[in-house]
């Protein structure tokens, strides 16, 4: 299998001189030496509570953000110094699809000229055949012909989705992120979406970085998972290993607020409630950015950043209770 993405060490910080965060020199540390692997034609699930860096890593990974260190690897080019005219090719192979599709398509625009735009900039198509690949595209999202005339707002929430998910694929692209694409919708129209982006991966060799707030969220959808806490990865493995043996503390408290309907499992995973809202990502102190919310916290987690550790089968966490 090829890996099309490949993410080293990398790191996205937010510097402010003065005043921002308090009155001194200060640095929020949104995305802090994550590392991770992704082949071709697979999902990888990012997860994580509000503010710990996942959307910031997805946004830096296609460069909308420009890294502050590591290395991002993309069908085994190394894109992480490429300004924006190296990256004009690779703009159309890596899309992004946002959460909130009503605030990311242009309420003045027509929903022909929402999905004809990224056409047009990149000099895809024109005139009839322009106008023949709107219409395929809106039928491959499950809309009608008839909605290219109208505009965002005469639709529901999924179908803006549906629109912005169009727009996406219109270039052809290879990879896309897509950034909580379902975490605004109704629980009832989330499915319909999830379902359709694997259908759409299936037909179209697509590779999915998927992020969501929610575990449950991205199981089904994911081939791996990783789970981001205070800007770093502390747990990856395959998406069943990783809901049926969780081992980072973390992971096992954000499992065990999903209620669990099979008793057996229930009983076997203790229940780790998680107290206070995040820690804040800036200026953190060393040691496991865990420690202050961990019920098993000990010296050494306040000494030095825990390292990713290989439990094999392609399982890895970050945590001093895991040994090798
Ligand atoms: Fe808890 Fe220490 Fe593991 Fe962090 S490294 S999760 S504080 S036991």
Do not use: W
């Amino acid at each position: 299998p090829e890996t099309i993405l490949e993410v080293q060490g990398l790191k996205k910080y937010f510097f402010s001189r003065k005043g921002l965060f308090g009155g001194r020199p200060s640095v929020l540390k949104a995305v802090d030496n994550v590392s991770f692997k992704i082949e071709r034609g697979k999902t990888m699930g990012l997860v994580g509570e509000s503010g710990c860096g996942k959307t910031t890593a997805g946004r830096t990974i296609i460069k909308l953000y420009e890294p502050t260190g590591g290395h991002i690897i993309y069908k085994g080019e190394d894109i992480t110094g490429y300004d924006s005219k190296k990256m004009l090719p690779l703009r159309r192979s890596m899309q992004i699809i946002f959460q909130d599709p009503y605030a990311s398509l242009d309420s003045r625009m027509t929903v022909a000229d929402i999905i004809g735009e990224p056409l047009d900039i990149h000099h895809l198509a024109s005139g009839k055949d322009r106008e023949d690949r709107i219409k395929e595209l809106l039928r491959l999202v499950g809309l009608n012909d008839d909605h290219a005339s109208r505009y965002p707002h005469e639709f529901s929430g999924g179908q803006r989705q549906r629109i912005g998910i169009a727009r996406s694929l219109a270039v052809e692209p290879e990879f896309i992120v897509c950034d909580e694409p379902i975490s605004a919708l109704d629980v009832s129209i989330q499915a319909q979406i999830v379902n359709m982006l694997e259908d759409l991966q299936d037909r179209m060799g697509l590779t999915y970085l998927f992020i969501a707030h929610d575990l449950s969220m991205v199981r089904h959808i994911s081939d791996d998972v990783g789970v981001m806490y205070l800007g770093q990865l502390v747990e990856t493995a395959p998406s069943e290993e990783l809901y049926q043996h969780p081992l980072h503390p973390y992971t096992q408290a954000l499992l065990s607020a999903i209620p669990i309907p099979d008793p057996q499992i229930a009983k076997s995973r203790q229940r780790i409630l998680l107290e206070g809202d995040v820690p804040s990502p800036i200026d953190p102190p060393p040691g496991c950015r865990f420690k202050g919310r961990c019920p098993y916290a000990m010296d050494i987690c306040s000494e030095k950043d825990p390292e990713l550790v290989d439990v094999g089968g392609g399982h890895y966490v970050a945590c001093y209770l895991i040994k090798k």
